[in-house]
């Protein structure tokens, strides 16, 4: 098993480029996850589906969209980069959704993208 | 708030010296706290889960301990390879999504 792959693994946009961040895995994970990390704070959460043809918002959603056409798949689309976009962003897998009655199981984070916006 | 505390930012052992990272945090109803590990480059990876005070989970040279307001992460006789940085997040009653801490680096100098 690949696990959970994540490409590109670099990039560099000029402010109000669009571009997708692609996210896969192969453990059929039915939640599926994007976080972003910025130096000196937590990991936090973007978006999330849990399941195909179902995403939700998380903390902080506000300039990327995200879609779940199959199980293995979970792209996130920045619309018009910002350079407040700068950050590491890691896609996680798991294998059911955590809700109010159940709880986190083990998430698998993929090798995460480097984005610099100028 | 739901809030989560990770200190110290940054630890520097030797090889071999015994030490503790802190996790500590403030929710309204604790479902659960996990330790990742973090390599330089890479994504966190799965450590430990813990749900109640007292619970204690071991794995090689670190240990996860766990009380109503704070969890530990002890680590014994550490090794260079243990080096990374390490965090902690925290599942509560109120939001079923995780609240992370900024993480601790430890480097372990041989």
């Known amino acids: 098993n690949a696990g959970v792959t994540q490409t590109p693994k670099f990039q560099v946009l000029k402010t109000g480029q669009s571009m997708t961040l692609q996210c896969a895995q192969d453990?059929?994970?039915?939640?599926m996850s994007w976080y972003r990390q910025d130096p000196g704070m937590g990991l936090r959460l973007i978006h999330y589906?849990?399941?195909?043809?179902?995403?939700d918002q998380g903390e902080v959603p506000n300039g990327y969209n995200v879609s779940r056409s199959t199980t293995e798949d979970f792209p996130l689309r920045l619309l018009s980069a910002a350079p407040s976009q700068t950050s590491v962003y890691f896609c996680?897998?798991?294998?059911?959704?955590?809700?109010?009655?159940?709880?986190?199981?083990?998430?698998?984070f993929g090798p995460g993208t480097r984005l610099t916006v100028l | 708030e739901d809030q989560v505390t990770q200190s110290p930012e940054a630890l520097r052992l030797q090889e071999g010296e015994s030490s503790s990272l802190n996790c500590s945090y403030t929710?309204?109803?604790?479902?659960?706290l996990f330790w990742y590990r973090q390599d330089p480059g890479k994504g966190p990876e799965f450590l430990f889960t813990?749900?109640?005070?007292?619970e204690e989970k071991e794995k090689e040279r670190l240990k996860a301990t766990l009380t109503k307001k704070e969890s530990f992460l002890h680590i014994t006789a550490p090794k260079p390879e243990d080096s990374a940085t390490y965090l902690c997040?925290?599942?509560?009653?109120?939001?079923?999504?995780?609240?992370w801490g900024a993480g601790t680096k430890l480097i372990i100098k041989p």
């Open positions: 929710v309204s109803g604790l479902r659960g």
């Open positions: 996680a897998s798991s294998y059911s959704m955590p809700s109010l009655r159940e709880r986190h199981n083990e998430q698998f």
């Open positions: 997040a925290v599942q509560a009653d109120s939001n079923y999504q995780l609240i």
């Open positions: 589906s849990v399941g195909a043809g179902i995403t």
């Open positions: 453990m059929n994970h039915e939640y």
């Open positions: 813990l749900y109640s005070a007292g």
